[in-house]
């Protein structure tokens, strides 16, 4: 009986909307790129707050510090564990309620909801996920040069069609990549717009693929999965459908637990390195997507010397985060850490820095003086950033 309340409630809610997104055509939502795809999303009647928008997601994902500052409360809730990239699960919370939500005005609700506990440290800028199963089967465009996702876009002409798998919750895009050795490695990729890279499975670590290949490694937070680790390198040629991208990088995971780990249905996630090259269609339901490059399509793929990645956790009584590190850089080498809280950079305290600003700004071969907290113990760190992997 209680689950037909919620339906009629949904029902009628959906119907009393003026801008109710499943039946209006050409109408977008609007988000802010930078790596991750955010968009400004309101549940019921709780504060607005930052969810990326995730196509490797299911349906709702509460981040736990925006679920409890909000005082959320659901009538049918179960106690879970939830996992995805990294060598672990965390604690999760199931939502069995019906949650109706608004992006940009548009309203949507969803069915399966899930409160997830990060077991590493995570941006200030991120409460939750959104999946494209709130769409309700009907199609959207994803713009990342505009910076907006329609739904029911009109398809044109210079687009071009691809056949995808769908099972139900993934998107599985068929690849061909080419390594320096001449070996190639195709199947099915999962398309994700919650990772800023695209990663092959642990199953080719020691495959003859990469042998002679130039890697370097990394440790990183990973995703709702916590701590993962990986290698990373350039090949000549990715392949898609009749696309051809040149020297792009690839992560390779090492994880022995997670979605990274081997799966017999694909190999790997394609992930927005590589899908913000195009406006991309998507009609899970059809099979197909239909892709265009665009303006980035030609972008050149630097040499990695940015040798670190920063967490902003939002606390005024932390620093910032190392999130990931490269073990071939020298900052590495002179002592930092995954999980160091860096306190200064170049005598200046990372409060009075822009975090976005300083990344976007590193130059090859820069001197950076860092004074690092770890353990509640302060040392310094005098290092520069160099390339330590080329094309």
Known sequence: MKTLLHLLFALIFLSSCSKNVYSLNGKAIKFKYDGHLK???????????????????????FVDHYYEKQKMFFENTYDSEMGGVGNKTSKAIRISDTINFE???????????????????????????????????????VDYVNQKITINPKIEDDYHEVFIEFDGYRMLLPLEIFFSNGHKVQGNFIMDTGSKSTTLTSQFINSKELKKAKTVNYESSGGIGGESEGSMFFVPQIKIDKYNLSDRLIDIAKDTLGALSTDENYIGIIGNDILDDFDIIYHPTEYKIWIRPNKMFENITEDLFKAFSLVDTGNPNEGWYVSAIYKESDVYKQGLRYNDEI????????????????????????KLKLKVKRSNEYFDIDAYLNVFLKK
């Open 343 to 366: 306190v200064e950079i170049n005598n200046k305290s990372v409060h009075k820095l822009n975090r976005e600003n300083f990344i976007s700004k590193l130059k090859p071969n820069q």
């Open 103 to 141: 992006i940009d005005n548009h309203h949507f609700y969803s069915e399966f909801n899930i409160v997830t506990y990060f077991t590493q440290k995570i941006t200030k800028n991120m409460d939750g996920i959104v999946g494209f199963h709130n769409f309700r089967g009907k199609p959207f465009k």
């Open 39 to 61: 968009v400004k999303l309101k549940p019921e009647n709780y504060d607005k707050g930052n969810f990326y928008f995730d196509t490797g997601c299911t349906w709702l994902v």
